[in-house]
């Protein structure tokens, strides 16, 4: 809520309950309702193999549904070194690295070097609610870095994801 620039009003009273108010600016653009003038057509469905690496398990549930629903193979991983380990053991089949930016122990650019190492050619999407200098840290606010600002939607996901595999964006 702080990157957006918002703020958060708590009023407790006594006997009566707290109330939490969050407030964030105004977008500068109307966001259009799908089916609305300017939708893009759904990205073609997918039959690669993706090597989802994101420590929230929630996102990562929802994100490995998403891509399921697309028709890609998703191999699921809640931490850099979980990833390694699918990596030896499936690594002809991966097609795209789809990685969280910021995470406990080995952040999403550090485990895509690894993997890169021994396969520069592999795909690598990034993805993080974090903006800015933050991510500039990690090295991926570069044009050449392909990301996917969090939340996303799943047909942004589907394009982002196609695109890349692709040829079309990114790293």
């Known amino acids: 809520m ?36 300017g939708h893009r057509p759904a990205a073609r469905p997918g039959t690669e193999t993706i090597l989802l ?9 929802l994100t490995a549904e998403m ?30 690295l789809l990685t969280d930016v910021v995470m406990p122990l080995m952040a999403g650019p550090e485990l895509a070097t690894r993997l890169r190492a021994g396969r520069p050619e592999l795909k690598v999407l990034y993805m993080s609610g974090y903006a800015g200098e933050l991510l500039e840290q990690y090295g991926v606010a570069s044009a050449a ?18 695109a890349l595999l692709d040829g079309k964006g990114g790293a």
């Not at 009023?11 to 500068?28: N, Q």
């Not at 998703?74 to 991966?94: D, F, M, N, P, Y």
């Open 53 to 61: 690496v994101e420590d929230d398990a929630e996102v990562r549930r």
């Open 145 to 162: 870095a392909a990301f996917l600002h969090k939340p996303f939607t799943s047909d942004v996901l589907a394009h982002s994801v196609r």
């Open 2 to 37: 702080k990157q957006s620039a918002g703020e958060v009003v708590i009023e407790s009273e006594l006997g009566r309950g707290t109330s939490v108010r969050i407030f964030f600016p105004l977008a500068e653009e109307r966001v259009k309702a799908a089916g609305a003038a």
């Open 67 to 96: 891509l399921t629903r697309q028709g890609y193979a998703v191999l699921e991983a809640a931490s850099g070194q979980t990833a390694i380990r699918l990596w030896q053991q499936h690594k002809a089949s991966i097609d795209m």
